[in-house]
């Protein structure tokens, strides 16, 4: 069974930074492209960034490029997010989920993990 | 800055049939965006239940197609069930980053 288990979250102060981790179980990991997702409170999804299955090729949405940093540590089969120069419209429930295999030429985020809060607040 | 656009809202009655569409800013939605739709229900995180425009996964109850409709994309509900009333987003590709649409609320009613 593919499983995805975010955790890293809680709250922290405006320019304050958090790091995110992704635990993947279920498949092999290393085959495939990961993604992070957020969504603020009431709100919908925004796409946040992806990287290749061998962490090589990173991808950024223009709001977090420059400030949050993917990746990936194949060997212990995890996702990371670090989220620096943190502000308040960055508060949102992240989600990681498994994007396209490395070989199969989909485009595809097929599961989910539950997602992880990050609250920023002074 | 690129925009996904969705209805906000529908409503359809049990058993009805419903289009929801996904247009972007950047003009027509083609093949090449490999469109995505998802699930949400409340407190849940998103379900995939369309991929690529049209492909299902195991999962995806048969009632649920994608189609490229009017140069948007488009998920139809056949024989809708109150189950269904949840939020829809889709998810287009542009060369390396992708885009939500803003979701669409459907009401079962």
């Known amino acids: 069974e593919v499983q995805l288990v975010e955790s890293g979250g809680g709250l922290v102060q405006p320019g304050g930074s958090l790091r995110l981790s992704c635990a993947a179980s279920?498949?092999?990991?290393?085959?495939?492209?990961t993604h992070w997702v957020r969504q603020a409170p009431g709100k919908g999804l925004v796409w946040v960034s992806r990287i290749d299955n061998s962490g090589r090729t990173t991808n950024y949405a223009d709001s977090v490029k420059g400030r949050f940093t993917i990746s990936r540590d194949n060997a212990k089969n995890t996702l990371y997010l670090q989220l620096n120069s943190l502000r308040d419209d960055d508060t949102a429930v992240y989600y990681c989920a498994r994007g396209a295999g490395a070989t199969s030429g989909s485009h595809i985020l097929d599961y989910w993990g539950q997602g992880v809060l990050v609250t920023v607040s002074s | 800055q690129t925009v996904v656009t969705q209805e906000p809202s529908v409503t359809v009655s049990p058993g009805g049939t419903v289009t929801l569409t996904c247009a972007s800013t950047t003009g027509t939605v083609t093949s090449g965006h490999y469109p995505n739709w998802f699930q949400q229900k409340p407190g849940q995180p998103p379900t995939s239940l369309i991929y690529?425009?049209?492909n299902k996964h195991s999962w995806t109850p048969a009632r649920f197609s994608g189609s490229l409709l009017g140069g948007k994309a488009a998920l139809t509900l056949s024989g809708v069930q109150p189950e269904d009333e949840a939020d829809y987003y889709c998810l287009l590709f542009y060369g390396g980053n992708w885009v939500f649409g803003g979701g669409t609320k459907l009401t079962v009613l």
């Open positions: 690529s425009t049209k």
């Open positions: 279920g498949f092999t990991f290393s085959g495939y492209w």
